[in-house]
Every structure is written in C-alpha cells, then in structure tokens.
C-alpha cells in the first residue's frame, strides 16, 4: 500500500466549493485508488461551522449527538457521544485547524462521498474508485488518535472472513477485516494532526481492497452498524447512563 498525502493552501470559510479544492490539488487518479478527505474541509465548505465566541459547546453536542453524556462527568470536560453509530467525543465537534471555529461534521458524510466518488469518477475517467471521509477517535485504554472512516464508497467496506479456513485450516466464525477504518487509520497517520496542511491523501496498490463502480446500498451500509445491545462491549454501554440528543438515529 502507498499513501501520499497532498499539501492544500489553509481550508478557511472563505473556501465554498470542496468540488473547487479536489481539482486544484488532485491532477491524477488511477484505477482502483482510494481518496481520503478529512472531514473538517468539507464541513468548512458546507459552512458547518459555529463561531467560538456565540458557542455553548455543551448545547451544540446535545443538537448534533445522538446520544451523549454531560461533560461534567468526564475528567477531562469531554462529552462522550454516539454519532452515526460511532462512539466518539463530542459528536465530532472540534476547534483544531478552525481559525475561531467550531466545526461540526458534514450534514449527511453519506451523500457528501457518494458525490464525491461520482464527480471524480467522472472527471478522471476511472471506474473503480474509492472515497473516504475521515476525522480522527480515541481508542479506549489507549492514550493518541487513529484515523477512522466516518463514510465510505467505491469498496466494499468490509473483508469477510467468516467460514473461511485460517492457516491450519480451523474455520473462522466472526472475523471480519474494517478495511474502511483500516484505510482511514493509514491516510489519517500521513495526513497528520497539525500543522501539516495536508487534507487529502490518495493511497494506491491496494490488493486487499475490492472495488465496486457504484455506491454502497443501504444493505451495505447497515451491515457496518452494531446496535449498543448488541455490541461486544455491551456490559460496559449499556451501564451509562445516555441522554438522547437531538439529531435521530
């Protein structure tokens, strides 16, 4: 796998058009390529973003979560939150890089990447083409951010491995590979965290990835999907004590 992260001029409000910066920085895609874009360039576009000044950071977590507990029960003064059935601090709100801003994340990241892989698909006359629009999560009992995947297209987003022999031949019962994170996890490391200006990145040679020339259906899409009953980490979910926000499952 290759990831070669691509330098932008500072994404700021002023920036309208996500369609504007994907042709001014992206000159080239090949066959079976994947596109990572951070999720905070396109929200900026989207004009998803509150001034800090007029912010109740707690008031924007409870609109955009759907799920949340207060942020006086963390040591930290984080919100701890359910998004689009990820778990993740405040619902995806952040400050870093937003020039005075809170930014939120993209009203739909669904739509937003399935427009996206079919402009450039398009544009650069390949077929198989994959999207991701990623943001950055913390991983409990682990201290760092990884990259993950808030939307996918153009591949299928998970390797199943269930029925399928290991090495010695004994049957696999539940693995199933995240490849979507896994790319995510792999753009978002080269992409970086700071100062590094670099919002997109194009990651080839990705013979474990299987490509579809359409977006995921929404079969697809809820097969990524764990209910909080039914995750495995269940004991520890169900024991919190959630208050519903105001943006529905």
């Not at 984080?78 to 689009?84: E, L, Q, S």
């Not at 993740?88 to 892989?117: C, H, M, T």
């Not at 698909?121 to 682990?142: A, E």
């Not at 200006?197 to 194009?202: D, E, F, I, N, S």
Request: some cysteine.
């Amino acid at each position: 796998m290759q990831v070669n992260s691509i330098k932008t001029h500072k994404i700021t409000i002023k920036d309208r058009d996500i369609f504007e910066i994907l042709d001014k920085y992206i000159s080239l895609l090949h066959e079976k390529s994947v596109v990572a874009i951070t999720s905070k360039i396109i929200s900026i576009c989207e004009g998803r973003v509150v001034a800090l000044e007029k912010a109740d950071r707690e008031a924007l977590v409870e609109k955009e979560a759907e799920y949340f507990l207060p942020a006086s029960e963390n040591q930290y003064g984080f919100n701890i939150t359910v998004k689009h059935n990820m778990l993740i601090a405040s619902a995806g709100i952040d400050e870093s890089n937003g020039n005075g801003y809170f930014v939120l994340w993209p009203s739909d990241p669904q739509l937003w990447v399935n427009k996206i892989r079919e402009y450039l698909s398009q544009k650069h006359k390949v077929k198989h083409i994959g999207v991701i629009i990623t943001d950055s999560k913390t991983t409990p009992l682990r201290w760092g951010v990884t990259g993950a995947a808030i939307s996918h297209s153009g591949f299928k987003a998970l390797n199943n491995y269930m029925q399928k022999p290991d090495i010695f031949g004994r049957p696999l019962h539940v693995t199933k590979a995240n490849i979507m994170d896994g790319l995510a996890a792999a753009a978002v490391v080269v992409m970086g965290e700071g100062i590094e200006q670099t919002p997109l990145a194009v990651l080839e040679d990705l013979p474990f990835v299987h490509f579809q020339d359409r977006n995921p259906t929404q079969e697809e899409l809820e097969m990524l999907r764990i209910s909080l009953e039914d995750d495995i980490y269940a004991g520890i979910l169900k024991k919190a004590k959630w208050r519903k926000g105001k943006t529905p499952k």
